[in-house]
Each structure stands twice: as structure tokens, then as C-alpha cells.
């Protein structure tokens, strides 16, 4: 299982870009799947981004912060949000209030994926032309919130990958604004309303 907590900054520095040098600290098999997990993740870290975009693998809260900071600017009042739980997934629900953060401005977006890793890792990406959404998930009987989701629409997918994960998943083609939610696991930072 993937631990829940960070490292320290600087007690990993640099050692999540080394396959052999996690599997080696953590006695993992190449073979077994947190083995394999390992391997992928080292691979999707390596990843160029998107034109347009940066990314980063963090390993810890100074990290993630660090990266927040720089792509969004320390100017602003940040803000974080993520999905609550996973009630509704799966089901039919409805959507309730929809309200747009920080200030629904399009604008540039920081998207961190919790990554199976033998420790807390985060894959962030900074996209711009994007806005972030808190979405009431109800019940579509009682019509009570069973859930308060985030989303994030990116309004130009036009120089992403005809092969990037968003178009296999939702079926979507390249140039097409594409909204997706953001999982509980991950977290998706803008600029607070003013």
C-alpha cells in the first residue's frame, strides 16, 4: 500500500527519479506490482509536457507548495479543492450548484495526481486556459448533497497528444474543451477570488 504521508524535503531529494534506487530502499521486487508501480511512475515523471504546460513530481509539502507558488504566483491568495469521497460514483445522480473558483477567470490551473508510489508522490501539472469548479453531487431522489465534487474544463486541448489520457477516457478529440472531475486522492490549486 502507498504510504500516506510526506517526506520530509530534503530527506529525498532527487531519490524518487531513480527506479533502482526506490526499489533498493524499500526492498521491492522489479516483478511485483508496487515493483511495476514504481516504474511507471519514474516513466510518467520523465514525461515532457504539454506545450504550454510545466510539470513537476513532488515528494513533499515543501515541494508541492514550491511548484503552486511558481505557477500560479505568490501574489495571489491560493486556493485547493478535491473531491470529498466517492459517493455517487457509479450511480445516476444529479448535479446541484455549480460555482466556478476563484472568481471562474479562465486562467491557469495547477492539477496534482496522487501517484502509487512507496510514498506520498503527487504528479503536478500547471495547464493554462482552464477553470476550476466545485460541483454539488445530489441524490436524484431525496435531491440531498451527497457529495461536493471538483472539475476542471480545459477550453484549449488544441497542442495536447491525439494519445493524451483525457481524449481516451472521455472520448473526446483534440481542439475540443474537455471537463473532467478531480479525484479524491487529488487536488487541483488556483487563485482565490479576490
Known sequence: ATSGIFFRQTSLA??????????????????APMGKSVATAIEL??????????????????????????????????TAKSTSNSNGLGSDVL??????????????????????????????????????YDVEILDPETKGRINLAAAICHFDTSVWSPRHATFQAL????????????????????????
Open 95 to 132: 448535479i446541484g450548484e455549480v460555482k466556478a473558483a476563484g472568481g471562474g477567470e479562465l486562467g491557469r490551473v495547477v492539477s496534482c495526481h496522487h501517484t502509487t508510489f512507496p510514498y506520498l508522490m503527487y504528479r503536478c501539472h500547471s495547464v493554462p486556459k482552464t477553470v476550476l
Open 14 to 31: 532527487g531519490i524518487h527519479q531513480s527506479e533502482d534506487a526506490i526499489r533498493k530502499l524499500f526492498r521491492i521486487p522489479a516483478d
Open 45 to 78: 515523471c520523465k514525461e515532457a509536457p504539454v506545450e504550454g504546460q510545466t510539470r513537476r513530481c513532488v515528494t513533499s509539502a515543501e515541494d508541492m507548495i514550491d511548484y503552486v507558488v511558481s505557477s500560479l504566483g505568490a501574489k495571489s491568495s491560493l
Open 171 to 194: 472520448v473526446y478529440e483534440r481542439g475540443m474543451d474537455a471537463c473532467h472531475w478531480v479525484f479524491p486522492m487529488d487536488m487541483a490549486w488556483t487563485a482565490a477570488a479576490e
